[in-house]
């Protein structure tokens, strides 16, 4: 990938987007979103992830945040990697995945493509970072992932999804901007 579109200036805060491949509807499972939102947690407590705004929608997630220490571009590679890992297993492992075959099925043709790829592969490979440098990006990218869900016709107004920051008793607290 480019280092154009890497997010590796120390401190900065940054846009991104984390998609899985196909654009496949995953996070329409609790037990799936929820696996995000704990690997989110743990990123804030032990590897100096600061988030501001999220939202985590059926087939991706959009975040507003910074790391502290360390290049934000490793911290999501990382985390890319572990939660592909858990989010595959949890599919397979779902007597109640109706989807179960095609999904497997699909992740597996997407890893056909890269060799990298072992056997699956879950997100795709760029995170879109955009570097926020001023108040005026920084609130349109807000009113963004705040107004996703309610684009999408999933809600009518942002504070009603429970996956985003804009919603009062949302899983994940956030740091404010």
């Not at 997010?7 to 995953?26: E, K, Q, R, S």
């Not at 939102?37 to 600061?50: G, M, P, T, V």
């Not at 572990?82 to 999904?103: D, G, M, V």
């Not at 016709?153 to 607290?173: D, H, R, W």
Request: charged share 25%.
């Amino acid at each position: 990938m480019s280092e154009l579109r890497k997010a590796n200036t120390p401190f900065a805060t940054y846009f991104v987007t984390l998609t899985v491949v196909g654009w496949i509807d995953v996070f329409t499972r609790r037990d799936y979103t929820d696996e995000i939102i704990k690997n989110l947690e743990y990123c804030k407590k032990h590897k100096d992830l600061e988030i501001f705004a999220y939202v985590v929608m059926p087939s991706h997630i959009h975040l507003i945040c910074r790391r502290n220490k360390g290049l934000l571009s490793d911290l999501l590679r990382d985390f890319k990697s572990y939660t592909a890992k858990k989010i595959l297993k949890l599919i397979e492992e779902n007597p109640q995945e109706s989807r179960k075959e095609w999904l497997m099925y699909m992740f597996k043709f997407f890893a056909n493509r890269y060799a990298q790829n072992a056997e699956y592969m879950f997100w795709q490979k760029t995170n879109h970072p955009i570097e926020l440098y001023s108040s005026a990006v920084i609130q349109q990218k807000l009113d963004y992932i705040h107004n996703n869900p309610v684009v999408a016709g999933i809600v009518t107004e942002p504070n009603f999804y429970q996956y985003s920051s804009a919603c009062a008793v949302s899983p994940l607290k956030v740091s404010s901007i």
